[in-house]
């Protein structure tokens, strides 16, 4: 079984503080995309057959150059988010500025591999100033719905492994922990 890192702790703590529903999943096949897990998630159990895939929620983590992430938090879509409709209005730069941000899947966040990027990154990526801001997307029908969310990690068993959580509550927790880095941004 897998366990979270140590720096992740807080998710836990924050959780039991709030009275938060969140569970530890484990899955008998490493996933990498959203679309394995589902299905994946549909496969091993049939509480999860009326699921779609928008339940599955990933965690982008967005670079330029040598600057700190921006990690977008986002249910799967098939359109990817684009920096330049986001990031003007959050954090104060010009789209222009914004459009020099991309995805680099060679280069996450520490404790994170491509496949099990988190929404809940390590502390001291945020307290290092590894990871500047993180944008959470807020879809309203979204929020109260429980959701499938990677752990991190970087051995076999972090593919393996889930956490559910209701949408919103990753907000709150992260909002909790690391105060005014963490953005919400309403997706009408």
């Not at 990817?80 to 500025?97: A, H, M």
């Not at 990154?121 to 945020?126: D, G, R, T, V």
């Not at 929020?143 to 991190?152: E, F, L, P």
Request: proline share 6%.
């Amino acid at each position: 079984m897998y366990s979270l890192h140590p720096e992740q702790d807080y998710v836990f703590e924050i959780a039991k503080k709030k009275s938060i529903d969140l569970r530890i999943i484990y899955h008998t096949k490493p996933t990498i995309s959203c679309e394995e897990k589902l299905s994946l998630l549909k496969e091993e159990n049939p509480e999860f057959l009326e699921w779609d895939i928008t339940q599955i929620v990933k965690a982008l983590y967005f670079c330029k150059n040598d600057d700190p992430y921006v990690g977008v938090i986002t249910p799967e879509f098939k359109k990817l988010v684009s920096p330049k409709d986001i990031f003007p209005s959050i954090l104060g730069i010009s789209k222009g500025k914004a459009e020099r941000y991309w995805i680099n899947p060679k280069k996450v966040p520490r404790g994170m591999c491509w496949g099990t990027c988190t929404p809940f990154p390590l502390e001291s990526s945020i307290l290092e100033k590894e990871i500047s801001d993180i944008i959470f997307l807020d879809y309203k029908d979204l929020r109260n719905k429980t959701v499938n969310i990677s752990v991190g990690g970087e051995t076999k068993e972090a593919f393996k492994t889930s956490i559910h959580i209701p949408y919103i509550s990753i907000y709150e927790i992260l909002r909790e922990k690391f105060g005014s880095v963490i953005h919400c941004f309403e997706v009408k």
